[in-house]
């Protein structure tokens, strides 16, 4: 299992945090996802390999963007 540590802009409330949680908890490679709007972080457990290419672009379509991996 592998862990992501993101700083992604997009969050404005607890309700924005949880509906990204939801979009990257629907992919296949996804374990877990934990967000948090106030620090703009987000920890991705993955199960299978994703690029980071790939989890920005995911991100991306969920309207979020990613500012940096950590
Ligand atoms: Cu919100």
Redesign the pocket.
Known sequence: MKTLNMTVDG??????SARLQRAMEALPQVESCRAN?EDKSVVLELKEEMSNEAVSQALDEAGFTVISFN
Do not use: A, N, T, W
Request: with cysteine; hydrophobic share 30%; proline share 0%.
């Open positions: 969050m404005m409330c607890s309700g924005c709007h």
